[in-house]
């Protein structure tokens, strides 16, 4: 896509973060006719799906329901991408349900680039139209606030440095770690909870800002037997081949980890393209997590899926528990740490992929697979690595609803409770699901219900014109787990677009929205009308 060069100095919308939330949130403000500047710190839109590298994780009915029109719409335009331009075979081209990678983590595993065509294809009409401001390569760096509103944003070019200043009616914070909540004064939790705070029953005793899920920098690798792709020996990798932690039943290079919902340790497998056929996988985490067998548990692309001799090697992508990083938070340590923890973070994971070429028992009875290929040519960039660590984590929104445990466990609710909102705005499903954090916590992997988005859980108590778009919304550490997910990011982002058009269009406030039963079902019809579903039918949690 063309990036204009020229920053308009106001705007109806301002998103800083281009994520999936981010892109979601300007798609809405878009089609309701409004202005927005869009910013993005890489070059690649889409954050989670694309400069993060990590296909969707979602909850088992996604090709029935539980989504919104408009994120079917981008899982469509990757299936639509794949049978129109890849090599499929006839089998694979016929399904309604590709999987083009025919990975086990999602119904929809792909690459990267994939998804950044379908996002770019679906703003592209906004910026041709010049409702639509998109600046990659730009993030915010300072707010100016006036009492309990945010009225412009400091954005820099993190290239030059150039600085531009944007005020707006309206501001979403869709950064990965809710930056702009930090330079805009916006009362945020970071971190941990006390079990205190909400009675959460795996809420630690006290509470730790610093005590925060791990992030992962992912890669893509293809395999080619005979081949010689082995790089050189990381910087850090005696450190990192020798560290073993306290909760781990292994050195953290090694096949053998816990399992993140019993704790127990389980073996990992890791055959490269093996021969089965991948029409036959079946991708469904509540019967099976599918975290077993490496290579496939994150293929995005299928060797077998298309034509003899199209492609010589699947493509995987690891983001294993292998190079989950957690030894330095990343959010709310300051700068220099939180480079430190990215930096160390992709020295894990290029030691990983030595390990893996030189060292992994392979099943032969050999060690190392030397014919692993890193692939920079799926994550866009020189080194191989992706362009920004996956961050599960970020700073949150004191909200006017703050989710608990309470709302959605299954051990406290049962299999068809959950709290059911007045003001739900959205839906989504998945386990609460915390890696391993920086605060020295294994896993934390607890069942949990198909739960509704509160449209409190996107108010900030007190700022009147920020909105949240991502994972910053009003969850606590421990639910972060389960509405950290793609299509949740998207459902949040597209309402937040939604709400801000729908406030400039009447006249009022968010709060007000909230808060009065005839505006909220104003704005409910038109989510209704958009294809935002609200409420869940009779499923079963997991």
């Given at each position: 896509m063309?990036?204009?060069?020229?920053?308009?100095?106001?705007?109806?919308v301002?998103?800083?973060?281009?994520?999936?939330?981010?892109?979601?949130?300007?798609?809405?403000?878009?089609?309701a006719?409004?202005?927005?500047v869009?910013?993005?710190?890489?070059?690649?839109?889409?954050?989670q799906?694309?400069?993060?590298?990590v296909?969707p994780?979602?909850?088992?009915?996604?090709e029935?329901?539980?989504v919104?029109?408009?994120?079917?719409?981008?899982?469509?335009?990757?299936?639509?991408?794949?049978?129109?331009?890849?090599p499929?075979?006839?089998?694979?081209?016929g399904?309604?349900?590709?999987?083009?990678g025919?990975?086990?983590?999602?119904?929809?595993?792909?690459?990267?680039r994939?998804a950044?065509t379908?996002?770019?294809?679906?703003?592209?009409?906004?910026v041709?139209?010049?409702?639509?401001?998109l600046?990659?390569h730009?993030?915010?760096?300072?707010?100016?606030?006036?009492?309990?509103?945010?009225?412009?944003v400091?954005?820099e070019?993190?290239?030059?440095?150039?600085?531009h200043t944007?005020?707006?009616?309206?501001?979403v914070?869709?950064?990965?770690t809710?930056?702009?909540?930090?330079?805009?004064g916006v009362?945020?939790?970071?971190?941990a909870?006390?079990?205190a705070e909400?009675?959460?029953?795996?809420?630690?005793?006290?509470a730790d800002?610093?005590?925060q899920?791990?992030?992962?920098?992912?890669f893509?690798?293809?395999?080619?037997?005979?081949?010689?792709?082995?790089?050189?020996?990381p910087?850090?990798?005696?450190?990192?081949?020798s560290y073993?932690p306290?909760?781990?039943p292994?050195?953290?290079?090694?096949f053998l980890?816990p399992?993140?919902?019993?704790?127990a340790?389980?073996?990992?497998?890791?055959?490269?393209?093996?021969?089965?056929?991948?029409?036959?996988?079946?991708?469904?985490?509540?019967?099976?997590?599918?975290?077993?067998?490496?290579w496939?548990?994150?293929?995005?692309?299928?060797?077998?899926?298309?034509?003899?001799?199209?492609?010589?090697s699947?493509?995987?992508?690891?983001?294993?528990?292998?190079?989950d990083?957690?030894?330095?938070?990343?959010?709310?340590?300051?700068?220099?740490?939180?480079?430190?923890?990215?930096?160390e973070?992709?020295?894990?994971?290029l030691s990983?992929?030595?390990?893996?070429?030189?060292?992994?028992?392979?099943?032969?009875?050999?060690?190392?697979?030397?014919?692993?290929?890193?692939?920079p040519?799926?994550?866009?960039t020189?080194?191989?690595?992706?362009?920004?660590?996956?961050?599960r984590?970020?700073?949150r929104?004191?909200a006017?609803t703050?989710v608990t445990?309470?709302?959605v466990?299954?051990?406290l609710?049962g299999?068809?409770g959950?709290?059911?909102?007045?003001?739900?705005?959205?839906?989504g499903?998945?386990?609460i699901d915390?890696h391993?954090?920086?605060?020295?916590?294994?896993?934390i992997?607890?069942?949990?219900?198909?739960?509704e988005?509160?449209?409190?859980?996107l108010?900030?108590r007190?700022?009147?014109?920020l909105?949240?778009?991502?994972?910053?919304?009003?969850?606590?550490?421990?639910?972060?787990?389960?509405?950290?997910l793609?299509?949740?990011?998207?459902?949040v982002?597209?309402?937040a677009?939604?709400?801000?058009?729908?406030?400039?269009e009447?006249g009022?406030?968010?709060?007000?929205?909230q808060?009065?039963?005839?505006?909220?079902?104003?704005f409910?019809?038109?989510?209704?009308r958009?294809?935002v579903q609200?409420h869940?039918p009779?499923?079963?949690?997991?």
């Amino acid at each position: 896509m063309t990036v204009p060069t020229a920053t308009p100095a106001e705007t109806d919308v301002l998103i800083t973060g281009g994520g999936v939330g981010g892109v979601a949130a300007a798609l809405a403000a878009c089609r309701a006719g409004r202005t927005v500047v869009l910013t993005e710190e890489t070059d690649w839109i889409g954050g989670q799906l694309t400069s993060q590298a990590v296909p969707p994780d979602e909850h088992p009915w996604v090709e029935e329901f539980g989504v919104t029109a408009s994120y079917r719409a981008v899982r469509e335009g990757i299936r639509d991408h794949y049978r129109r331009w890849y090599p499929l075979r006839a089998e694979a081209l016929g399904l309604d349900r590709l999987n083009p990678g025919a990975g086990r983590v999602s119904k929809l595993c792909h690459e990267p680039r994939v998804a950044l065509t379908v996002l770019d294809s679906m703003l592209a009409p906004h910026v041709a139209a010049g409702r639509l401001t998109l600046l990659t390569h730009t993030r915010p760096v300072a707010a100016e606030t006036d009492g309990d509103l945010v009225r412009a944003v400091t954005v820099e070019d993190v290239r030059d440095g150039d600085r531009h200043t944007v005020s707006a009616a309206y501001v979403v914070d869709a950064t990965e770690t809710g930056e702009l909540l930090e330079l805009a004064g916006v009362e945020h939790a970071l971190g941990a909870e006390s079990r205190a705070e909400f009675d959460e029953p795996h809420a630690p005793e006290t509470a730790d800002p610093l005590n925060q899920q791990g992030i992962t920098v992912c890669f893509a690798l293809s395999h080619h037997e005979g081949e010689h792709h082995v790089i050189d020996r990381p910087a850090d990798y005696t450190f990192w081949r020798s560290y073993r932690p306290d909760f781990w039943p292994g050195p953290l290079l090694g096949f053998l980890a816990p399992d993140p919902r019993s704790l127990a340790p389980v073996p990992r497998t890791f055959e490269p393209n093996p021969d089965v056929d991948p029409l036959g996988v079946d991708a469904d985490q509540s019967a099976d997590a599918g975290d077993k067998e490496l290579w496939g548990f994150r293929r995005i692309l299928a060797r077998r899926l298309h034509r003899p001799g199209a492609f010589d090697s699947d493509i995987t992508l690891v983001n294993w528990p292998l190079n989950d990083y957690w030894l330095k938070p990343l959010v709310g340590a300051g700068k220099e740490t939180a480079r430190a923890a990215v930096a160390e973070a992709r020295q894990l994971s290029l030691s990983v992929l030595y390990w893996l070429q030189t060292e992994a028992p392979r099943p032969d009875g050999g060690t190392g697979f030397p014919g692993l290929r890193l692939r920079p040519d799926v994550t866009g960039t020189a080194d191989g690595l992706a362009k920004a660590p996956y961050v599960r984590e970020a700073r949150r929104i004191k909200a006017v609803t703050t989710v608990t445990e309470h709302d959605v466990a299954i051990d406290l609710v049962g299999p068809y409770g959950g709290t059911r909102h007045r003001d739900s705005v959205g839906v989504g499903g998945y386990r609460i699901d915390l890696h391993p954090s920086t605060g020295g916590d294994n896993y934390i992997d607890i069942g949990s219900v198909p739960f509704e988005i509160p449209l409190g859980a996107l108010l900030p108590r007190r700022v009147r014109n920020l909105l949240p778009a991502g994972k910053n919304i009003g969850t606590t550490h421990i639910t972060n787990g389960c509405y950290r997910l793609h299509p949740v990011e998207w459902n949040v982002g597209e309402v937040a677009g939604a709400l801000a058009a729908h406030c400039l269009e009447e006249g009022v406030r968010p709060h007000q929205v909230q808060e009065e039963d005839k505006r909220l079902a104003e704005f409910t019809r038109l989510l209704d009308r958009a294809g935002v579903q609200r409420h869940w039918p009779d499923v079963r949690g997991y």
